[in-house]
């Protein structure tokens, strides 16, 4: 099993606009190439085998400034089925690619969501779920609009805990979920990693949270981060087959469709 890297090494090529360097470079936004997502990062070891290649699934992806304009018929046709794309990060930056990647995955029939990368360090949760909200991170129970998904996980040059308490992180947390659940009617996704969240928040699970793990390897994770005991999204390659990062819904369809439906759609696995 190859394990999970955070990858914060420099701004996203952006050659149509200064780079904001308040917000830096988030593990999304990192040396990622081609439409199927090469890391230059891993150059030379050797490619996660995709759950994709060997059993039926629900297959989806994650998207950022990074991969840019993305044929999203080609995603479709591969056998992705739906995709969240970074909005926002912090409590300033908004992803210049998001309305074409949003827009190009709701056109060939994904069903899409956004997602913020939190920066506990940079102003309070209140605020960065209102940035987000107002820069495509709603939901509606329409259902082709994924709930807004927010990632937590190191951060490079600051402290792995952002300066903060394993309490002030749990409180950071909960009340950024808090505002998402009053503002739009239920809890946002959380995406992190096992050792991240482990060692900087605990043994501790937000009530009602879907979990979204990343964990590159060809067979399914077992040991999860604080007291989930099930997640719903698995992602499982940084390198293909899909544009970003390729994940899989853990779950049947109509699991999947109550998760994007379903305002009262209750957590799997807390």
């Known amino acids: 099993m190859r394990p ?23 593990r999304r936004s990192v040396l990622r190439g081609g439409v199927l997502g090469a890391a230059a990062l891993s150059t030379g070891a050797a490619a ?13 992806q994650d ?16 056998g992705s089925r739906f995709a969240y794309v970074k909005a926002t990060e912090g409590r300033s930056y908004r992803s210049p690619a998001f309305n074409q990647q949003y827009r190009g995955a709701g056109n060939a029939g994904l069903v899409r969501g956004g997602y913020h990368f939190a920066r506990p360090d940079s102003g309070g949760p209140e605020e960065q779920v209102d940035f987000f909200l107002n820069n495509g991170g709603g939901w509606s129970d329409d259902g082709i609009t994924l709930p807004g998904m927010v990632d937590f996980e190191a951060y490079s040059g600051l402290p792995r ?47 009602n949270s879907p979990l979204f793990l990343a964990s590159y390897s060809s067979s399914a994770p077992t040991t999860l981060p604080g007291r989930w005991w ?8 940084d390198s293909g087959p899909f544009a970003g990062d390729s994940n899989l819904w853990h779950g049947s369809e109509a699991q999947f469709e109550s ?12």
């Open 230 to 237: 099930a997640y719903e999204m698995w992602q499982y390659s």
């Open 48 to 60: 996660v085998a995709t759950p994709a290649a060997n059993a039926a699934g629900l297959y989806g």
């Open 4 to 26: 999970y890297r955070a990858r914060h090494l420099a701004p996203p090529p952006t050659p149509d606009s200064t780079p904001d360097t308040s917000s830096g470079a988030s």
């Open 161 to 207: 805990d952002y300066g903060l308490s394993q309490q002030e992180m749990r409180n950071w947390i909960m009340a950024f979920s808090t505002r998402y659940r009053d503002s739009v009617g239920r809890r946002p996704v959380l995406y992190t990693n096992l050792h991240w969240w482990n060692d900087v928040v605990g043994d501790w699970t937000p009530v």
């Open 259 to 270: 998760f994007v439906s379903d305002g009262d759609y209750h957590a799997i696995g807390i």
């Open 63 to 78: 998207v950022s400034g990074w991969q840019g304009e993305i044929d999203w018929s080609a995603q479709a046709d591969l």
